[in-house]
């Protein structure tokens, strides 16, 4: 299962994190961000050790939401050393977010 990322904890999650972090943008509402949300937990499970997956609900933390300049959701943003190195907006097929995990781990 991902690991939710709160305005609160984003800081000591991703940007103190040494390893790559995948961030999905999602809210309750959007019909694509559900149709994500299996896959996304099926990768916080496969890549368990080698990467942190996390969901941001963006109707809940405007903070990390507003920092990022999130405007479209599904937004997927790939966080490693505090920068981010990657970013994927649309419902992106499995096969393509692994792609870009395995690129940046």
């Known amino acids: 299962m991902a690991l939710a990322i709160t305005d609160a ?27 994500i949300s299996p896959i996304i937990d099926e990768l916080a499970a496969e890549y368990d050790g080698k990467a942190i997956i996390g969901k941001v609900d ?23 050393n505090g920068q981010v190195v990657e ?7 499995k096969q393509k977010i692994v792609e870009a995990i395995e690129k940046n781990l």
Do not use: H, Q, Y
């Not at 994190?17 to 694509?32: H, N, S, T, Y």
């Not at 963006?58 to 490693?80: C, H, M, Y």
């Not at 970013?87 to 097929?93: D, I, S």
């Open 9 to 35: 904890s984003f800081d000591e999650v991703v940007m103190k994190a040494e390893k790559l972090v995948l961030i999905d943008f999602w809210a309750e509402w959007c019909g694509p961000c559900r149709s």
């Open 58 to 80: 963006v109707d809940a933390n405007n903070e990390i939401t507003s920092r990022f300049g999130i405007r479209s959701i599904p937004t997927l943003i790939f966080v490693k």
């Open 87 to 93: 970013k994927l907006v649309g419902a992106n097929p």
